[in-house]
């Protein structure tokens, strides 16, 4: 059975930075890209950032096109979010999400939260 399982979460000041890892267990046949999105409290969950698991092209939200970096390491099988100049804005639960033609797997989130 495949899961995606995220870390990195924590508790950061504002102007502060995190880095966020999906590693993905077992095999996903197909895989075609890799996404980051959150979700805050009250709000829908939104697409922070993607990345096309063969070329690496990649695609970010206007709030956060140029304080994070979307990475992934094909060998270890794992996502990444560099997320830097954090914002309380930031704060959410971030989730790792993984696609596969019709295919699509969520992470179980980690919580990201930017306080003084």
């Known amino acids: 059975q495949v899961q995606l399982v995220e870390s990195g979460g924590g508790l950061v000041q504002p102007g502060g930075s995190l880095r966020l890892s999906c590693a993905v267990s077992?095999?996903?046949?197909?895989?075609?890209?890799m996404h980051w999105f959150r979700q805050a409290p009250g709000k829908e969950r939104e697409l922070v950032a993607g990345?096309?698991?063969?070329?690496?092209?990649?695609n970010f939200a206007d709030s956060v096109k140029v304080r994070f970096t979307i990475s992934r390491d094909p060998a270890k099988n794992t996502l990444y979010l560099q997320m830097n100049s954090l914002e309380p804005e930031d704060t959410a639960v971030y989730y790792c999400h993984a696609k596969a033609g019709t295919y699509s797997i969520w992470g179980q989130g980690t919580q990201v939260t930017v306080s003084s």
């Open positions: 077992g095999s996903i046949l197909g895989l075609d890209a």
């Open positions: 990345i096309s698991w063969s070329g690496g092209s990649t």
